[in-house]
């Protein structure tokens, strides 16, 4: 069951230009949490901004009862996140959502994070590792600064290759101009999954169709409860049968808080 | 009272009310659309623990709802556009119903529809199935094209759906009511006149915001409904007017957020209180109301909460 209430912040660190890592202490919330799932914080005590924030468990830590959320301030609250000291109490809820599935028959795994969104992918990878099988992490962002956990994957020796929209490391170009190359090489994955903005999940979805790569993808939709209640989070999927792919209309909605966030590549239609 | 655990505020203190025929043992319930269908919060609160349970706002046939973004969030409030999702009311008494059966609890059926017919055939088919307490009829959703609001803010319209609805019901009718209206009395008047044994307001105040860098509506839907503490003032306003207007009990919302505002509601005439947006920023809102309110009763002797229903007129 998910845990809803106040835990302690560990501590709350500028990792970044506009990164943190806030560590948080919650046995209850660290015990059945999985990686891909997410918590739903509050980011003050005031009615002020009023709706709780998804952000994702970076780092799932059941030794010591904590999870680590990184996330980058873009707003209000993110702001207000950032200025949370250690030794404080965040008012969390989680762990929220399906999380990642690893499938039985995988053996040859490719990650594909893009920019803050490769922050869920980082509990999922250290899976990967634990039950020894092989993977290629793709890192992309605009610039050096915004690719997150280089140092870490190299540190545990997984094989990495980064793309920045400026040259500024690795890849000049999109992350999935790196995807493609290990899509189509027949000696290449057979599993991947992603996580990054809507046009980055879009063009790997056209990729991986293309050469039948099967995969799954964790999306970000405006949320409201967080726990399935309000309707607010749907993303458009497949599961209603489609007849006619040019048929717009042949969508059934799912929910990203309950039902996902992470959906089946197969299943997701993410619009223009 | 059956159960020490579901009165806060502990024996010889009387919590229950009863609204138009709907008897709750006590006078929390859930707001409509906030809450799904029950099982969302189960694992965060004590559903048997509620006077009541509101359901998402049901249709005839299934509604896919609006384009997202659904939501955005304004100061002390947040915008909607959900445009009544739902599977439909066959899905509901089949796969909904049987489930919040299981619980001690009364459940109140919130629908919706495009027309006169489609409010009767709704009321008749929930009137027929076991586990419906009561029925909330929303006249007044503005996110929907057809029907909606349109039956809420003209008063003949309204009365001729409630009067619609009371022909095929013998359920306790609760006609809930549009804020976005000249004059609230003359819709409350209206709808006590057609046969509503309560009335429930307020619905979202319709409303909408722009993003000033990609200069477009934020919602998917372009305008939303307003809820959460932004609104409570007009709600509370709202909730007097209506109260002292017609003899019938209120069911008050918009904002409630903590035990404080609940009172509030009370105190300005509502028999009863629906808990909505409060439900995302606390899971356990609803409790920690109830809560609250049974220590307001012990502390200033309040030994019926009945005798704070409408205590502000005086
Ligand atoms: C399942 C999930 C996991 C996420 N994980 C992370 C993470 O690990 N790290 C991270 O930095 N960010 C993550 N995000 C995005 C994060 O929720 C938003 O950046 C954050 O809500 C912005 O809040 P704000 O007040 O700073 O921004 P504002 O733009 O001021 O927020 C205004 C409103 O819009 C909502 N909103 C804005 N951007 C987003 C967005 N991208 N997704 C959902 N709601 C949004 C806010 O929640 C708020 O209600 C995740 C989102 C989802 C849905
Ligand atoms: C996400 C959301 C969905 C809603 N859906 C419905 C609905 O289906 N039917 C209805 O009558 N009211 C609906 N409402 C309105 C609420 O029931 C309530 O009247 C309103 O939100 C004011 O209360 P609050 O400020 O406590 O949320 C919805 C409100 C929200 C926020
Ligand atoms: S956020 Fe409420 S249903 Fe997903």
């Known amino acids: 069951m998910p845990y809803s209430g106040l835990a302690e912040v560990v501590k709350n660190q500028k990792v970044g230009p506009e990164h943190f890592l806030m560590e948080v202490f919650s046995p209850e919330l660290v015990r059945e949490a999985k990686p891909g799932q997410f918590a739903h914080v509050r980011c003050t005590n005031q009615m002020d901004p009023l709706l709780r924030r998804p952000i994702s468990l970076h780092e799932i830590n059941h030794k010591k009862g904590s999870v680590s959320l990184l996330y980058q301030v873009v707003g209000r609250g993110t702001r207000l996140l950032s200025g949370m000291q250690a030794g404080g109490e965040i008012d969390i809820m989680g762990p929220l959502g399906n999380g990642f599935n690893i499938p039985e028959g995988a053996r040859k795994v490719l990650i594909v994070g893009g920019g803050i969104g490769a922050a869920p992918l980082f509990p999922l990878i250290i899976e990967l590792e634990e039950r020894h099988i092989e993977q290629t992490v793709l890192l992309g962002a605009r610039t050096t600064d915004d690719i997150i956990g280089y140092g870490h994957l190299a540190a545990l020796g ?51 169709r293309v050469s039948g790569l099967q995969g799954q993808v964790s999306l970000e939709e405006y949320m409201g409860c967080g726990v399935g209640a309000c309707l607010a989070c749907v ?34 239609i993410l619009d223009d | 009272m059956t159960d020490m655990g579901v009165n806060p505020a502990g024996k010889g203190f009387n919590l229950a009310v009863n609204l138009g025929g709907l008897k709750m043992k006590n006078p929390v319930t859930t707001a409509s659309g906030t809450f799904g269908f029950g099982p969302e919060y189960a694992p965060y609160i004590d559903l048997n623990r509620l006077g009541a349970i509101t359901v998402k706002g049901t249709t005839l046939e299934p509604r896919r709802g609006n384009p997202t973004p659904r939501i955005a969030e304004t100061p002390a409030g947040m915008l909607n556009c959900i445009g009544l999702q739902n599977p439909g009311v066959s899905h509901f008494i089949e796969k909904d119903l049987p489930y919040l059966r299981e619980y001690d609890v009364p459940v109140i059926v919130n629908i919706a529809g495009s027309s006169l017919e489609e409010y009767e ?39 001729d759906v409630i009067k619609a609805v009371r022909r095929s019901t013998g359920l306790p009718v609760i006609a809930k009511l549009s804020p976005n209206v000249t004059d609230i009395v003359e819709i409350a008047k209206g709808v006590a006149d057609a046969g509503a044994d309560a009335i429930a307001l307020i619905n ?102 009945n005798d704070l229903v409408g205590a502000a007129w005086k």
């Open chain 1, 158 to 208: 997984i094989r990495t290759e980064v793309a920045t929209d400026d040259g500024s490391m690795g890849y000049k170009g999109f992350v999935t101009e790196l995807a493609e190359k290990h899509v189509k090489d027949p000696a290449g994955p057979d599993y991947f999954f992603a996580c990054g903005p809507n046009p980055m999940l879009r063009e790997l979805i056209k990729l991986t």
């Open chain 1, 235 to 268: 993303c458009k999927t497949t599961a209603g049968g489609v007849n006619d792919p040019e048929d717009k209309n042949e969508f059934e909605y799912k929910k990203v808080c309950t039902e996902g966030p992470v959906f089946d590549a197969g299943e997701v």
């Open chain 2, 121 to 159: 055939k709704l009321a008749g088919r929930l009137s027929q199935a076991a586990g419906v307490s009561a029925l909330e009829v929303n006249i007044s959703c503005p996110n929907v094209k057809q029907g909606g609001m349109v039956f809420g803010t003209s008063c003949a319209m309204a009365s």
């Open chain 2, 204 to 305: 979202t105040l319709l409303g909408m915001k722009i993003d000033i860098q990609s200069r477009k509506p934020v919602l998917g839907n372009i305008m939303g409904g307003l809820s959460g503490p932004a609104i409570r003032p007009v709600a509370v306003r709202m909730v007097w007017q209506a109260a002292r207007a017609v003899k019938l009990p209120i069911l008050g919302m918009g904002g409630i957020m903590t035990a404080d505002d609940a009172l509030e509601f009370i105190l300005a005439g509502a028999t009863a209180v629906a808990i909505g947006t409060a439900n995302f920023v606390n899971p356990g809102a609803t409790m920690d109301i109830l809560e609250g309110i049974g220590q307001y009763m012990k502390k200033y002797h309040v030994r019926d909460i």
